[in-house]
């Protein structure tokens, strides 16, 4: 029956949920949900997803050669799909609706130096309130490798489910010996978010995306779900072909959330064994923009189930975000991003995006000023 999933009290505001959701498309971030759905983390914690296979992020370095690199450039991609798209399943029950981070909200964190692999820093910014944009630079400062990127949602719906254009895209840089680097421009696949009709949501992803390497190598990968090829969920395929060639030299398939292998049968990737999660300052090390400390007495009635302290703190933050944009119209002033500067057109998102006839043509991004925190290392 409908709605199997959603506590019987809360059935009504589903159904209102789901209608106000069909009836609506562009942020949904605006919509109030019922309490069962919603998620005490912030959206600003999301792009830790990146990195919790530090290992697979800092073998990128290691590859010996051009082709090589974008090898290892897919893997890691690959490998961070489960995290990204199937984590709050697997901790949450289901797919929540994340709290929705207010403009200037931070999140800091690292993964530890360990096994030779170097620390990984990561700084997170919410650079747009309205519509929601999240901004974030991740960095292996010893082996040389740099993640920036941004990233919004664009969401409708269709045949019953939200569908999800994800807006923004990623840049890996790798500095080699001698000065010389390699980037790859990434762009994020499509999100159809299913089950909503049981009240138990879960991502399966759509159509392509690509990874274009500066040396000219290009990672093509589509993804299926259920009822396409094996009729198994979380499918893709990857090609990989050389510089200025539209023939596969490589070819990738497999589950995302699973395991890969070559066409030779070789295996790929594996995520089934544990990954690692961010380290991040105890709330009571972080300062008010911090989003665990920002966001700690709505996550608290979240998780203990008081809805009535959830909503209430969730208004306080509310009002006082609402009374700073007041105060800055009032004084002709303007909310000053802390990390990142704004250019309306990426030049390499355009250099590289044409190689592969990237849409839309031209994308703004979100520039890393080099000024995050000092964070602990081992
Ligand atoms: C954010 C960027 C990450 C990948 C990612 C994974 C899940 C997405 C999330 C992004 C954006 C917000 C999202 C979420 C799944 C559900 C949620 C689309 C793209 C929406 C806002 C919540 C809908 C409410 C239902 C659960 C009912 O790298």
Known sequence: IWASAVPASQKGSWAS?????????????SLTAPPFILSPISLTEFPAYWCERPELFAAIADAKNEEDRSIAVLR???STLKGQYTSRNEKLGSEKKPLNPVLGE?????????????????????????????????????KGITLQGHNAQKTSFSG???????IGHAVLTVNLPEGKKEQFLIT????????????????????????????????????????????????????????GSNNAKHTYEGLWHEKSKDSRGAPFTDVTGPKEEVTVASVEQQNEWESRRLWQHVARGI????????????????????????????AGTKWELKHFDYI?????????GRLFKAVPPTEDAYVYKQNGPTLPSA
């Open 344 to 352: 309306d057109s990426d030049p390499l998102y355009e250099e590289l």
């Open 160 to 166: 019953g489910s939200i569908i999800v254009k994800q």
């Open 76 to 78: 890691w991609f690959i």
């Open 17 to 29: 949920f789901l209608k106000s959701i069909a009836a609506f498309s562009g942020d949904l971030s």
């Open 188 to 243: 994020l696949p499509r999100l159809r978010i299913d089950g909503l009709w049981y009240g138990s949501p879960y991502v399966e992803l759509s159509e392509t995306s690509y990874i274009q390497s500066s040396t000219g190598w290009l990672s093509t990968i589509e993804y299926k779900g259920k009822g396409y090829f094996s009729g198994k969920s979380h499918q893709f395929k990857a090609v990989l072909t050389p510089p």
């Open 303 to 330: 998780r203990e189930g008081d809805f009535e302290v959830a909503s209430r703190e969730k208004s306080k933050i509310e009002n006082d975000q609402r009374q700073r944009r007041r105060d800055e119209v009032a």
């Open 106 to 142: 931070l999140f800091y964190g690292y993964w530890p130096d360990i096994k030779g692999r170097g620390q990984t820093n990561l700084v997170v910014e919410q650079v747009s309130h309205h519509p929601p944009i999240t901004a974030y630079w991740i960095e292996n400062a010893s």
